[in-house]
């Protein structure tokens, strides 16, 4: 029963009892009485409507902590060219108030087109590692091989932001960004069209990741 049907029940019982006592003929010792059982009822029921509505408070809190925990990161990102120098603005967002802690943040740069789990796959030969990744959720077991931006085949780089996940020891109500920039004279990506992924996978809930286009007009 809601709180407000618990008290109109309760109005209604006070005026019926009112009644009892004041528009009768009872004898004072009787209207004594039923004053006292209704100040023991009016306590009972004022008691009960308060365990009530701290029960409500108390749920709701638990509920909008379990909200909080499960609210994702937002994230953005954002490219800019001049001549053969290039740079790739990130930025998260907390908006759900409860601190959040990254646990792995990098930027996957691959051709538009390309297959990125095959691209992973491409790093991971690279590298000649002993691992099984088939889909974006496992990208993060590259964390422990890869501390340093890496590009292969000149189409594909691999950048690990650790602004994220350890100059941040926790991200609360805020919005930290980071920018990377490199010169193509020294990388010599292919040109074409690419795509920059944001990834960032937190301590608790699912990864998260974004993505802009940048454009490489010349090698």
């Known amino acids: 029963m809601k709180t407000s049907k618990i008290i109109i029940v309760f109005s209604f019982c006070l005026i019926v009892i009112g009644l009892l006592i004041f528009a009768t003929c009872w004898t004072n010792e009787t209207k004594s009485l039923l004053s006292q059982y209704a100040g023991i009822i009016v306590t009972g029921v004022g008691f009960i409507i308060a365990i009530y509505q701290l029960r409500l408070s108390t749920n709701q809190y638990f509920d909008d902590l379990k909200k909080k925990e499960k609210d994702y990161l937002d994230l953005i990102v954002e490219s800019k060219t001049d001549e053969n120098f290039h740079s790739i603005k990130t930025q998260v967002f907390n908006k759900s108030g409860k601190n959040k802690k990254i646990k792995y943040s990098f930027l996957l740069l691959t051709k538009q087109e390309d297959n ?104």
């Open 116 to 219: 990125i789990i095959e691209d992973i796959q491409s790093i991971i030969q690279h590298l000649n590692l002993d691992l099984q990744i088939n889909c974006s959720n496992n990208f993060y077991q590259l964390k422990d091989f890869i501390s340093k931006p890496l590009y292969i085949g000149n189409s594909i780089g691999f950048i690990p932001l650790e602004f994220y996940f350890k100059e941040n020891i926790r991200i609360s109500n805020e919005n930290p960004c980071y920018t990377y920039s490199f010169d193509n004279n020294e990388i010599k990506l292919q040109k074409g069209i690419y795509s920059i992924r944001f990834f960032i996978y937190p301590k608790k809930g699912c990864h998260r990741s974004t993505v802009d286009s940048l454009i490489i007009k010349k090698n």
